[in-house]
């Protein structure tokens, strides 16, 4: 079993920055994408960034130019760096990583998700 763990969630101010960080742990190969996604209270899960195995990253337009997702496969741990966060941004944070399990198998994991919060 893999599991994903997340921290770095906070209250902040408008303006300010955060950085989140998600690892994983338990048995697998390797890890091949990496990803943020949130979900504010009444909306639909989202995708916020994500990264490949070969750093080729994508965001949601919404966060491009504001925030970095990066990724340290020996640590195999993503991170996500939140600057100029907006009150918009309020939303429960949560990893994704699509872990290769055996040569031929792959398989999506989730973390429990952090909760962000930016007040104006």
């Known amino acids: 079993q893999v599991q994903l763990v997340e921290s770095g969630g906070d209250l902040v101010q408008a303006g300010g920055s955060l950085r989140l960080s998600c690892a994983a742990s338990?048995?697998?190969?390797?890890?091949?994408?990496m990803g943020w996604y949130r979900q504010a209270p009444g909306k639909e899960r989202e995708l916020v960034a994500r990264?490949?195995?070969?750093?080729?990253?994508t965001y949601a337009n919404s966060v491009k130019g504001r925030f970095t997702i990066s990724r340290d496969n020996a640590r195999n741990t993503v991170y996500l760096q939140m600057n100029s966060l907006e009150p918009e941004d309020t939303a429960v944070y949560f990893c994704?990583?699509?872990?290769?399990?055996?040569?031929?198998?792959?398989?999506?994991?989730w973390g429990q998700g952090t909760q962000v919060t930016v007040s104006s």
């Open positions: 994704n990583m699509n872990v290769k399990k055996t040569l031929f198998s792959r398989k999506e994991y």
């Open positions: 338990g048995s697998m190969l390797s890890i091949n994408a």
């Open positions: 990264i490949t195995s070969g750093d080729d990253t």
